[in-house]
RNA sequence: GGGCCCGUAGUGGAAUGGUUAACACGUCGCUCUCACACAGCGAAGAUUCGCGGUUCGAUCCCGCGCGGGCCCACCA
């Protein structure tokens, strides 16, 4: 099978079409003869399709997969798909409107199939050598079941708890958030100075939201505050003559507002920390949409909290209480989703308890190894600042069921039994309980991190092949996003350790984001986003791929760069002319052949240096160096290969007559080996590019099932690199020599003379052929040419 | 406020405790030489952010400063 003429697409679909039906990629159950290199894939949120940071980040552990392969591994690559997000609920009730939730479900998933179809062909065409055999979604009742037998582990171990406890609430969605669904917004708003009454003189305090005032339960100030210090009162009376404690805390910032503090339950965060550390009554302030509830005499039930604000400081105003406001910049946490701002609100969710064990995740995390290393500091961070545990449940649809009865009555919740997973109560919403009482089966959803972050188990078929598990798990590796340590790696780290006492995978590789070319954030705003889509069909997967590689340092965002997606097609380009050249030149020569030909000195250097270049870039492959290994590759095919050494064979393969059929033979086994082998070293960066020209020398093997190169320790060469490096410099110089001249290359030196520091009989064949130097001068001594 | 990362030719970016600091894109010449003009050959272009320190020697190590970026926290 001749090389092709022009690499493109259709290259690529041929190979891609090859791979699936040779089950090049498949994983090996049976065969215990090679180790196991599992990968935890991240299943990419189902959001119809991949961006640029999707193809960077899956084109690093595709590199891996296939470089382990290559190394003798058995690899367990499966890829599967996170489905169930608040997403995909706005898009399909903005597409068919609000439906009952089964029929929501139903169309939801629907939705989400075409969705994985476009994305998992975007992945192909990118060359992914996923096994797709082993692809999963977390919106399947197996998947359910994994996730559902988890979390009844867990509660087993006293991990989860049902609680009344503040949570992150979005009014407009009515559903609890966890701290990671929201972002900050800052904003300008008022602040009020407001005069409270302590022990009949007026005491001011500063607040923003006035409305929660009715929520009043302690009055708060600094106990190094020389102006509230000695004050030896310890009660306050609020403006509505509510008596509150005063109560010193050291939290209190002096320098904000009057240094007194009204503390609510729930304004913010910082009120619920004071709730708790002086246990303060709690008065629920708003309800779930956001609306005044408990305003008792001031009669502001209902309203939501901007009227009811407006209200209350007309009646402060009215009252002389209100003594000034002022404009200040804020800043506000936001559901990430809507936009609208959070408040805490009192709620009976779902807990796992982190708080607890965050020493033994981050014991868990240093167990793994990290690349790039600093990016466990990421997760300590925030495992050491997490405060409180981590809420589960979410008032959402489209997600797996916790499986848990609710007795109504008395609020007690009954695990489900294993027997009745997967859980799922469009089935069977109530049963009757142990005590004869009627249980309605939990309506909460889980929060879509408690679906992915058990992918080494599921991958694993935890619980019940133990053999399996056994094999694949912990992962070999988990490749992901920097930007989600803190949650996926966190919480993955978290549960898998706490269900099996094992990290869940030996090494994490960290990747980072890519920018516009401008070195801002990809967005549909900005409309500087880059469609993978586009670039597949302006320059190729395999352009792709070595842009992916190139773009360099792990875990940090680079933009993305068109110069690179050029560089890498030139030099796709590049090798197809060379491996065309070769093929040509090998036509009438059987590579299996040993190397008994005496090779020349030429020879013995381009074999030296690709000796040189397989233990660099196996070195880099081994530490994810990919940018190293890429561009050690194309640096020595394209400028030692190239430029000289198939300059140097020319005229042996064209002209045997007169430089010798042995010779010739030498230079196409020389030839032959460095750009297949160059081809190999390519092959997990490459894998179409590779596949084309070694199956055109090998027709029927894959190169991807070829054994990775080894150095060849003895082909090292110094004396060889010395004397090439000479010729080089030598050709070099007549190449400028004649550029000086605006002669063209192939004209005709008629006289040089050369001193060298060692004998050039070895060399002076290419000084003649290549640099086309008729009579060399030559004498031993110093580095010198000069031409006539 | 805390943590982390970074500052190298016009641009993007490697590498290194030690001779002229890669490579690519771009620029400027020359060449369509039988693999390749998506090319070849050559040229120009850098006080490696600043200041100190360690060292025989620093772009690289340390400190400070200046300037970017990311993550986290955040004041009622």
Redo the contacts with the bound molecule.
């Keep these: 099978m001749p090389i092709c003429d ?1 690499y493109g697409r259709s290259v690529e679909e041929k190979w891609q079409e090859w791979w699936e039906k040779s089950g090049t990629y498949n994983f090996s159950e049976s065969d215990a003869s090679k180790p196991v290199y599992s990968i935890d894939t991240p299943p990419p949120f189902t959001s119809g399709e991949l961006h640029m940071g999707h193809v960077l980040s899956y084109s690093y552990f595709d590199f891996v997969a296939r470089y382990k392969r290559m190394r003798g591994y058995n690899v367990y690559y499966p890829q599967g798909w996170d489905c169930q997000g608040f997403p995909t609920e706005v898009k399909v009730e903005s597409k068919y409107g609000r439906k009952p939730p089964k029929e929501f479900r139903q169309l939801c998933a629907k939705w989400t199939e075409e969705f994985i179809a476009k994305m998992r062909a975007q992945m192909k065409a990118l060359g992914f050598s996923a096994d797709w055999r082993y692809e999963y979604r977390t919106m399947d009742p197996s998947y359910h079941k994994k996730v559902q037998l988890s979390i009844l582990e867990m509660h087993k171990k006293g991990l989860i708890y049902r609680s009344e406890h503040p949570v992150y609430w979005c009014t407009n969605c009515v559903s609890a958030l966890a ?2 669904d929201t972002e ?1 917004v800052s904003r300008e708003t008022e ?1 009020h100075y407001v005069s409270f009454s302590l022990g009949g003189k007026p005491l001011l305090i ?4 006035p409305e929660l005032m009715h929520a009043c339960v302690a009055v708060a100030y600094n106990p190094s505050d020389e102006r509230y210090a000695k004050l030896g009162e310890t009660k306050v009376e609020t403006a509505f003559g509510k008596q509150v404690p005063l109560i010193p805390d050291s939290d ?2 002096k ?3 009057t ?4 503390v ?1 339950t729930f ?5 619920i920390i004071w709730m708790y550390k002086h246990k303060l009554p709690v008065i629920r302030a708003i309800d779930e949409h956001g609306r005044l509830i408990n305003t008792g005499e001031m009669g502001l039930d209902g309203l939501k909290c901007g009227e009811a604000r407006a209200k209350i400081l007309e009646r402060l105003k009215a009252e002389g209480k209100l003594v000034k406001s002022a404009k ?1 910049q ?2 506000v946490k936001v559901h990430d989703r809507c936009k609208k701002p959070v408040e805490f609100l009192l709620s009976m969710q779902w807990f796992a308890k982190i708080t607890e064990k965050s020493e033994e995740i981050i014991d868990y995390a240093k167990k793994i190894k990290w690349t790039p290393s ?1 990016g466990i ?2 997760l300590i ?2 495992a050491r ?1 997490v405060e409180w545990d981590w809420v589960i449940s979410r008032q959402r649809v489209f997600g797996t069921p916790l499986p848990f009865w609710i007795d109504q009555k008395t609020g007690k919740a009954y695990p489900a039994e294993e027997s009745e997973l997967p859980f799922n109560p469009d089935l069977r919403p109530t049963k009757i309980g142990p005590d004869g009482q009627i249980l309605h089966a939990e309506s909460s959803t889980c929060d879509c991190w408690v679906d992915s972050s058990i992918t080494p188990l599921v991958i694993g078929r935890w619980p019940e092949d133990k053999a399996f598990l056994s094999r694949v798990y912990p992962a070999s590796l988990r490749p992901q996003g ?2 989600i340590v ?1 949650t996926w790696a966190f919480y993955t780290i978290y549960r898998c350790s706490q269900l099996t006492s094992q990290a869940p995978f030996k090494e994490i590789l960290l990747n980072g984001n890519v920018l516009a070319p401008d ?1 801002k ?1 990809m967005s549909k705003s900005l409309g500087n986003i880059i469609s993978p889509d586009k670039l597949l069909t302006d320059y190729s997967a395999d352009a792709i791929r070595q842009w992916a590689a190139l773009s ?2 792990m875990a ?4 993305f ?1 068109y ?2 997606m ?2 890498s ?2 030099f796709i ?2 090798v197809v ?2 491996a ?2 070769v093929e ?1 030149a090998c036509a009438d020569f059987d590579g299996s052949e040993a190397p008994r030909f005496s090779l020349r000195m030429v020879d013995r250097w381009i074999l030296s240096r690709l000796s040189g270049i397989v233990s660099k870039a196996t070195e880099s492959f081994e530490g994810f ?1 990919f ?2 290994a890429i ?1 050690i590759v ?2 020595f095919f ?2 030692e290969f ?2 000289f050494y ?2 140097y064979a ?1 005229h042996r393969i ?1 002209q045997p007559e007169i430089y010798g059929h042995e010779s010739k033979r030498a230079a196409q086994y020389a030839m032959r080996r460095v750009l297949l082998e160059c081809c190999q070293l390519l092959a997990p960066i490459t894998p179409h590019l590779s596949e084309e020209i070694w199956q055109s020398f090998r027709p029927g093997q894959s190169i991807h099932l070829s054994s990775w190169p080894e150095s060849k320790s003895h082909e090292a060469d110094p004396e060889a690199e010395e004397q090439v490096e000479f010729l080089n410099w030598v050709v ?1 110089q007549a ?2 020599h ?3 001249r ?1 002669q ?3 004209s005709e030196i008629s006289h040089a003379s050369i001193s060298a520091p060692f004998p050039i009989s070895d060399i002076e064949e290419e000084i003649h052929a290549t640099a086309r130097i008729k009579v060399i001068n030559y004498a031993l001594g110093s580095k010198s040419v000069s031409f006539a």
């Design positions: 022009r701290k990671t900050d602040l500063a607040t923003t939201r209190v910032d320098e904000f507002g240094g007194v503090v009204m609510c304004g913010d965060k910082q009120d200040i804020q800043v600093f500091q990421y961070d925030w600042y920097v930007e803190r070195g954030k360099g340092a940090k965002d680079r933009p760069s110069q690179d050029q560089y097609k030139s380009n590049k002319n060379a065309k050249l040509k160096q940018h190293q561009k194309q640096d394209w400028h190239c430029d198939l300059e020319k064209y070099s190449r400028q004649k550029a000086d605006k063209p290359l192939n």
